[in-house]
Structure formats: structure tokens, C-alpha cells
């Protein structure tokens, strides 16, 4: 019989930095319902990738004197290596780059011009550079990106629109009428009151200010909205537009499009709009899934906390890592990230519950039947109901996964796991070991753990792939019957004369005091070492200086001033005074915060040649490191001007 398929996908991921343990959450979740629908025996098609077009990109890589496929390729390497470490099995990675996408994307594009859903008019309004999307007037909050809350660029260009607005009821009716279609259902309110009810506005699909984009076919002075680039992937990934369109006609439509919740707008009305305009059935659901917060607020790069997913999986293991992520944050709420929390967890629920369980169980055969039970054994009265918490864990766990709810499932294995240890404490094996004619009774006992650490490892497989393969090991457990999900369906599929083979802890405890002290530590070390600045200093009042003030040449020469050129810049959250600039100087970038946020707006700043002190000591200012000082010049008028200089020089060129 031919299986049944299944299509999810992550969204594709920006290369435009490293990506942080919030990307590997999604990934992580994605991964976890992929491995659950093969083992269920689906057809499996995983698709992830990465998003490599626009202005963003162009930006930094100009800045780094690279190409922009240069510089997508590096961050594309270190991405597939990160997916690699964590274990994620997808099947296909897209790249916006590929030249089948491209060529997919252009067809797109002029399917949905000659069928009149694209036309040309001229654009005017407000761009959001950091997230790639248009804004009307009254969409921005304070004159800020609604979503971001950065410094938006006024635009006026001619352009491509698509009719979004033409597709507005049939979403509408769409949405209520499926009520699967965005999970989890209190995402689709928001959907419908917030965007689609006030009215969709037709939208600016091309643009032509910059290059690092899809040229459309028909008109190469216009490149595709990056949006439209980038929705396209989970068609264009099948062979949609392709001489080869089998895939396509095997897994379109997606089952589910596993999305961040700032992302859902993007999934639930521009991709199902574009599908109705192409006249292509719309995905079966799409879930957008919660943030992962650090100290209360998003984890960014500028304010300096971010987690390094390779750094994590390194110190704890993936399958720690991956449990923790799973386990600790329900699927579609948010959730804090804290170093505590993850050891806790790994003591607790691992060490302690799953790891005791399995090193006592295998302990106790080696120590009371020399590593192999005999095919005698005799029942107790705790059995019945260990046997049914392992029918019902096996039920529920099902239920959970099907819903994509990853923490109740994980916590019902948990009482599970639990149950078998409180097995041991009832049963007390060590008392029964002293009766050399009650050995029946004992190697019932421990059959009963060895056969629910086997449920554990196939119920478990799906989020932690490469656990299970210690506990099969050490249970000598080799058929590949007794590790497929059906195989858990009915208590007692695992042959009585269990053998076992020793092994080290499979989550050796963490002593938690030790290792946050070790935490905390190279946490202050990176602070140190991160080369920061300060600017702020009081203005020189005067411009004439008695004898006593005058400096030698050496003490100027001690002062390090270069040219640098300002290659993002935001404001500093929480701060109407502050911008933090990310600054190009030769092959270096700092990050530099300033007082100037009065006078320019950081849209203005982005290109300035600016001068820059390199040598001062490190600062953290509100909590952001600042690696240097921009020079302005600033008079009793309360005017301030940041000092550029004259003429063509590069960046990184000495000021003396
Ligand atoms: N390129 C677009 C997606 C296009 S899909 C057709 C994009 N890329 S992204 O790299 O910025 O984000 C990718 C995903 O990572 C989003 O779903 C986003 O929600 C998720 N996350 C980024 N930071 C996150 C957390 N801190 N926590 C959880 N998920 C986070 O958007």
C-alpha cells in the first residue's frame, strides 16, 4: 500500500548573521513532528533553507567588501553544519539562490501578471530594511515599524502591485470556514480583527532601488519583493514551474507550515492569497509557534543576547538541548530561555528520572541475574497498573504529537518514566533478591522496566533521535520490530530473556552551582574582552586653553581615531537618546553607542563616513556594549553634527 504523505516545513531562515537558539527552537519542534510522521509510516517531505535575498543582505555584504553570494554561502555552511550537530533530518534545503528558484519565482511572477493579479503602478510609503516589509502611514506605531519598532525608510519607486485586496472575503471566508487552518486558533483572531477585517491594500510586490533580489523576466530593472521570493520556496522546492513537477503533484499541499508567530501574517494572508491567484490548493494548516525570550525581551543581536545553540548542544548534548526546548516551553506560547532552567532540567528530568531508571534497571540485572533473565517469571500485583500508565502514555502521547503539543507529550512520558521508578520503590527488588525462590518474582520485575524503557525509547525517538539507541544497546534490544511505534501498541513484544550490556550514565548529573559559577565567569570574561567604548564625554567648553592644559603629541598619539563607515544603526530601546551603530572600520565592525539619537534618525546615519575612536575602554551602556566613540561637533545653539571626512578614503584609514 502506498503511504500516505506529509509536507512541513520551517520557514526559510535570513542568512544575514549566525542563526541563535530561537531558530533552532523551530527547527527543533519542525524536526520532531517530521520523525514522529515517519515512524507513524508517512511519506515524509521535511523542507527547510535559507532566505538570501535583499537590500539587508546587500548591505552587510557591501560592507564586508564581499559579494552577496559570498557572503550568504559562509552563513549557509555554518547553517547546514548547525542542523547537522542538532540532528534535524530534513529531506530538501532550499536556497533562495537556486537557479530552479530563481526560474520558479520568475514564472511566478508573470503567471500571476498575465492573469492581471500583478500590475504596475508607483509606490509610496515606508520600508522596514531589518524586516523587509512595506507599511503604509497608518500602519506605523510612532512613526516606527509596527513590528520591530525601528527606524522605517520613506520609498518611492515605481513598482509592481499585487491585488491582496482583491482576495480579502475569500480569506476571510477561508479562515472561518477551516477552523484548522492557523494554529493555534487564538492566532486567527488576531488575524482576522487586526489585518484582515480594517481592509488589505494592494501590495508592492517589486522593487528597484537596489539589485540582490529575483530580476522579473519581463521588466530587469524591477527585482521581486523578497517576501514573494521567499513564500514561493515551498512550491518552487516540489519543481513548481520546473520541467519536473512530480514532486509538486506528490506532497503540494503542505500539511503544515511551521512558522514564528511575527510570521504568521505573512502565511496566513499574502502566501494563501498568492495560491488563490495561482489557482493552487492553500496549506492545510500553518502554526506559528511562540518566541524564545530572554530576560523578558526577544533575543537580538544588538542587545547582546543571543545564545549560541553549537555552544549549548556542545556543554549539555543535543538530545538535552532538544528535550529542554521541547519539554520546558508549550508549542505556541513564549517562553524564557535561562541557564538554570536547562540544568535543572537535565538533573531532574534526565539524570534523575530517566537516567536512574534505566542505570538501576540494568544494574539490577547484571547484579542479580549476571546480566541475563531467565524466561521464568511470575507476575505481581503492580504490574496491572504499570502496564496500563504504558497504554495510556502510548494513547496520549499520540494525541499530543498529532496536535503538535511537544511539552504534554514529553510530560505524559514523563509519568510514564516516573511510574516505573515509583514500580521499584513498591516492589522493593533488593528484598525480593534475597529470597533465592522468589528469583521469578524478581526477573518479572525488572522484564516490566526493561519493557517500558523500550516504550520509552520509541515514544521518546521522535525528539530525541539518538537516546533511544543507548537505551536499545544497553537492553541488547537489536530487532528494528521491537524500535517502530506499532510495536508499543501491545505490552510485552520484548522477549523475556532480556541481556543486558553496561554502559556509562546516559545524562550524568550536573552539579549546578559549579557550572553557573563556570557560567557566570566566561560570561564576564566575554564582556571584557569585547572591545567597547564610550562616547558621552563632557564637550570641550573652551577654545582657549591655558599652558597647564596643553598635551604633548604623545598623549594625542595615544588617542586612535579612524574613518568608519555606519552600516546599521538603530535606537537603543527604552532610550530616546541613545542609537546603537554597528560601524565598518577596515575589516573590523564595531558597535558603537551614541548621544545622538536628538539629531539624527538612524535611517540617516546608515552610510555616513564617520570618525571614529577606537582605543577607548569598553562600556556597557543601558546594558549594551559600546566598543568606541563617534565624533560630533556640537555648538551652544544645542546643534550637533557628526564629523565626516572630506573626499574618497575607505574605511579603517587613520585620522592623525
Ligand atoms: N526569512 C523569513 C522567513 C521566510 S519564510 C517564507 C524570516 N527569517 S528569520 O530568520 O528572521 O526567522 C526565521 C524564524 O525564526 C521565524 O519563524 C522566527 O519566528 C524564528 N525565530 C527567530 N527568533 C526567535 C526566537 N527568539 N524564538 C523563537 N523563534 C524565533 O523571518
Not at 491567484?277 to 530576560?295: N, R, S
Not at 603629541?553 to 546599521?568: H, L, R, S, Y
Request: net charge neutral.
Amino acid at each position: 500500500m502506498e503511504k500516505e504523505k506529509f509536507y512541513i516545513t520551517t520557514p526559510i531562515y535570513y542568512p544575514s548573521d549566525k542563526l541563535h537558539i530561537g531558530h533552532s527552537y523551530c527547527t527543533v519542534a519542525t524536526d520532531t513532528m517530521a520523525r514522529y510522521k515517519r515512524i507513524r509510516g508517512y511519506d515524509v517531505m521535511f523542507l527547510t533553507g535559507s532566505d538570501e535575498h535583499g537590500q539587508k543582505i546587500e548591505r552587510i555584504a557591501k560592507s564586508q567588501n564581499v559579494t552577496p553570494k559570498q557572503y550568504v554561502d559562509k552563513i549557509v555552511d555554518w547553517i547546514k553544519e548547525l542542523w547537522e550537530l542538532m540532528d534535524i533530518s530534513y529531506d530538501r534545503y532550499i536556497r533562495t539562490t537556486d537557479e530552479k528558484h530563481v526560474k520558479g519565482v520568475q514564472k511566478i511572477f508573470k503567471k500571476l501578471y498575465d492573469n492581471g493579479d500583478i500590475y504596475k503602478s508607483s509606490y509610496e510609503g515606508w520600508y522596514c530594511t531589518p524586516c523587509e516589509t512595506f507599511y503604509t502611514e497608518r500602519q506605523l506605531v510612532d512613526g516606527k515599524c509596527p513590528d520591530c519598532g525601528r527606524e522605517v525608510e520613506k520609498l518611492k519607486e515605481e513598482s509592481y502591485f499585487f491585488k491582496l485586496s482583491k482576495y480579502q472575503e475569500r480569506l476571510i471566508k477561508h479562515i472561518e470556514e477551516n477552523v484548522e487552518f492557523i494554529q493555534p486558533s487564538s492566532r486567527k483572531n488576531e488575524m482576522i480583527n487586526n489585518f484582515l477585517k480594517p481592509g488589505l491594500e494592494d501590495l508592492c510586490v517589486s522593487r528597484t532601488s537596489f539589485k540582490w533580489g529575483i530580476p522579473v523576466e519581463f521588466d530587469k530593472g524591477h527585482i521581486v519583493y523578497v517576501w514573494i521570493d521567499a513564500l514561493s520556496n515551498y512550491i518552487t522546492a516540489l519543481g513548481y514551474g520546473s520541467e519536473d513537477e512530480r514532486d509538486f503533484k506528490k506532497y503540494w499541499p503542505a500539511d503544515v507550515h511551521v512558522v514564528g508567530k511575527e510570521i504568521v501574517r505573512f502565511h496566513t494572508i499574502i502566501w494563501p492569497a498568492m495560491l488563490m491567484a495561482l489557482e493552487l490548493p492553500l496549506p492545510k494548516k500553518i502554526f506559528g509557534h511562540g518566541w524564545l525570550i530572554i530576560d523578558g525581551g526577544k533575543m537580538s543581536k544588538s542587545k547582546g543576547n543571543v545564545v549560541d545553540p553549537k555552544e549549548l548542544a556542545e556543554r549539555y548534548g543535543v538530545d538535552a538541548l532538544r528535550y529542554f526546548l521541547l519539554r520546558e516551553i508549550a508549542f505556541g506560547q513564549d517562553g524564557n530561555f535561562t541557564n538554570e532552567a536547562l540544568i535543572q532540567r537535565i538533573n531532574s528530568d534526565l539524570a534523575n528520572d530517566l537516567g536512574n531508571l534505566l542505570s538501576r534497571t540494568v544494574g539490577m540485572i547484571e547484579k542479580y541475574f549476571n546480566g541475563k533473565l531467565p524466561n521464568e517469571q511470575k507476575g505481581n500485583s503492580f504490574d496491572t497498573d504499570v502496564i496500563k500508565v504504558a497504554k495510556e502514555t502510548v494513547e496520549k502521547t499520540e494525541e499530543y504529537m498529532e496536535k503538535m503539543l511537544f511539552s504534554d507529550a514529553f510530560a505524559q512520558i514523563w509519568v510514564l518514566i516516573r511510574r516505573c521508578n515509583k514500580y521499584i520503590d513498591e516492589t522493593c527488588p533488593w528484598i525480593i533478591a534475597k529470597d533465592e525462590k522468589r528469583k521469578d518474582e524478581l526477573a518479572n520485575i525488572l522484564y516490566t522496566l526493561s519493557e517500558s524503557l523500550r516504550i520509552v525509547a520509541v515514544l521518546i525517538s521522535p525528539g530525541m533521535p539518538s537516546t533511544p539507541n543507548e537505551i536499545y544497546k544497553q537492553l541488547s534490544i537489536k530487532d528494528d520490530n521491537l524500535k517502530t511505534w506499532d510495536s508499543i501498541k501491545e505490552f510485552g513484544k520484548l522477549a523475556k530473556d532480556v541481556k543486558i550490556e553496561k554502559a556509562l550514565p546516559v545524562f550524568p548529573r550536573i552539579d549546578i552551582k559549579k557550572e553557573l559559577e563556570v557560567l557566570n565567569k566566561k560570561a564576564e570574561k566575554a564582556q571584557k574582552e569585547s572591545v567597547c567604548n564610550n562616547k558621552g564625554k563632557d564637550k570641550e567648553k573652551a577654545n582657549n586653553f591655558d599652558e597647564s592644559s596643553f598635551i604633548s603629541i604623545d598623549d594625542f598619539a595615544k588617542v586612535k581615531i579612524k574613518t568608519g563607515e555606519v552600516i546599521e544603526c538603530e535606537k537603543l530601546e527604552g532610550s530616546d537618546k541613545l542609537l546603537v551603530s554597528k560601524i565598518k572600520i577596515g575589516n573590523d565592525i564595531k558597535q558603537i553607542v551614541s548621544g545622538i539619537a536628538k539629531y539624527y534618525e538612524p535611517s540617516q546615519m546608515i552610510g555616513k563616513k564617520v570618525c571614529v575612536v577606537v582605543n577607548l575602554k569598553p562600556v556597557k551602556l543601558r546594558g549594551v556594549v559600546s566598543e568606541g566613540m563617534i565624533l560630533a561637533a556640537s555648538d551652544d545653539s544645542g546643534k550637533l553634527n557628526v564629523v565626516t571626512v572630506d573626499g574618497d578614503i575607505g574605511s579603517g584609514a587613520e585620522i592623525k
